[in-house]
């Protein structure tokens, strides 16, 4: 039953989101404006309004009140941070695995491996590490490893092996696949089972919304840096100015040019969004150690739902309590 659609909720949902995301982008690119601070002012003022609506309305479009519940707050809060600290440094290491160090797609692809391995078996040990130690040994462990990794990356240089990046996905694969395996179970379980379906959309909410204020605000720190590099003698305005909009549009543009100064602003443009990546993952790595200390003490005393008791297998259940 999940009642009427508000449509209310919706436009200041989307209002106080695209607000919000707009200001934090274009602050980056083009500093800040009277324009995109009214956007900020009207963005954060909706969805001021939007938790204040959900908290009154009888059908609320996403229930706030469940966050009173200390350990679905905390496993929502740790993946929405896990995710902001991760998704933007996903984006762009795709971006320095062909840009920068001239790999393929199918190769970059490839590269990325160690984390989809290392979340997938990291998700099969979850349950039993948890039972074994403790929630939140297990969610605040995994996100203090995936926050280790990426501070690994301030180190990052154009010429850096594989070696040290296959381990740093590696890590972030089995940190993330610990800690996200376990809090979507505390996520259902801490709260009553005719709420689930509401539990489990707050957690889809988290996921995107971490991810699309991750790319806007770790993005926005690339591109404020990248944007920033001394472009070399002799180039022409136009193609120093396409140069500037992104990595890609540098070495497009450079195609367009003699060779030796091609070469020179294609590692110009390089080592600035090399810059811009590592002062990234710098933040992101903050921000996950930060949420790792968060998750240690909001998840104290939480447990998984526990499954059949061993010795209850050949239980059978009452029809008549099935019924009920």
Request: aromatic content about 6%; overall charge neutral; hydrophobic content about 55%.
């Amino acid at each position: 039953a999940p009642g009427p659609w508000d449509l209310q909720s919706v436009v200041l949902s989307l209002v106080g989101i695209v607000g919000v995301v707009y200001a934090i982008k274009e602050a980056a690119a083009h500093g800040l404006r009277w324009d995109i601070a009214a956007a900020a002012v009207v963005g954060v003022a909706a969805l001021v309004r939007f938790v204040r609506r959900q908290l009154r309305i009888r059908h609320p479009l996403l229930d706030m009140r469940l966050f009173r519940n200390r350990g679905f707050s905390g496993a929502v809060l740790a993946d929405l941070l896990t995710i902001l600290g991760l998704s933007g440094l996903v984006f762009f290491l795709s971006q320095y695995l062909q840009l920068v160090q001239g790999r393929g797609p199918l190769e970059a692809g490839v590269a990325e491996l160690p984390a989809a391995v290392g979340a997938v078996t990291a998700g099969l040990l979850a349950g039993r590490a948890a039972r074994r130690f403790s929630v939140r040994l297990v969610v605040a462990g995994g996100l203090a490893g995936v926050g280790l990794a990426t501070a690994a990356l301030v180190l990052l240089t154009e010429n850096t092996g594989y070696p040290m990046l296959g381990a740093v996905l590696l890590v972030v694969g089995v940190g993330a696949g610990f800690s996200f395996t376990v809090t979507a179970d505390v996520i259902l379980s801490s709260v009553p089972k005719e709420q689930a379906g509401s539990a489990s959309a707050v957690s889809e909410t988290a996921y995107e919304l971490g991810a699309a204020l991750g790319i806007a605000l770790l993005g926005s720190i690339v591109t404020g840096v990248y944007r920033g590099f001394h472009t070399p003698a002799g180039v022409p305005a136009e193609t120093a100015n396409a140069a500037h909009e992104s990595l890609g549009g540098a070495v497009e543009a450079a195609g367009g040019i003699p060779g030796h100064q091609a070469a020179e602003l294609v590692a110009a443009a390089q080592e600035a969004f090399v810059h811009g990546l590592r002062i990234a993952a710098g933040a992101g790595a903050a921000v996950l150690l930060a949420t790792s200390v968060v998750a240690w003490f909001l998840l104290r005393g939480q447990k998984l739902e526990d499954g059949v008791e061993h010795g209850q297998e050949d239980a059978v259940p009452d029809p008549q309590d099935a019924r009920h």
